[in-house]
């Protein structure tokens, strides 16, 4: 749902960036060859070294991604985060979730292909709450 996701924040006038290892790239299929050709979105899976991926997360507006590595870094680094948990453990949030700004999502409802069955809108509406929050606070 990452690429509904994305599709529907380039319709609200945001740039997207998809990042991922290299090794991610198979899972990622056509979606990343047409993330290529688009103007409001960067294709850097597995195209940055360690030091440009933190970089670019300083520079980021908003990172929205489950309990992994970018998410915390991005946190650890000030930027505003969307945190995609499966509620229960091993993997709940209360122990996993980020320490910075942002918003925690969580359900037990698994796709068939494993996917957390987290409602694109709703992740949507929660990036749109931190551009804004982080608006008024510059502001």
């Known amino acids: 749902r990452f690429e509904l996701l994305a ?3 380039v319709q609200a006038g945001h740039h997207v960036i ?6 991610e790239r198979e899972f990622l299929g056509s979606w990343i060859e047409r993330v290529e050709s688009h103007a409001q979105m960067m294709n ?3 195209r940055w070294t360690l ?7 300083v520079l980021a507006r908003v990172v929205v991604a489950s309990s992994t590595g970018p998410l915390h870094l991005a946190s650890a680094l000030g930027t505003p985060t969307v945190g995609l948990y499966r509620a229960s453990a091993p993997f709940w949030p209360e122990r996993w979730a980020p320490l ?7 359900t037990n409802d698994v796709l068939p292909e494993g996917g957390l069955n ?7 509406a929660s990036v749109e709450n931190l551009l804004q929050t982080s608006a008024e606070s510059e502001g």
């Open 7 to 9: 599709e529907k924040l």
């Open 18 to 23: 998809v990042t991922g290892s290299e090794n």
């Open 44 to 46: 850097a899976v597995g």
């Open 51 to 57: 030091d440009e991926f933190m970089d670019a997360l």
């Open 100 to 106: 910075g700004i942002g918003i925690v999502m969580s």
């Open 118 to 124: 987290l409602e694109v809108d709703n992740v949507f």
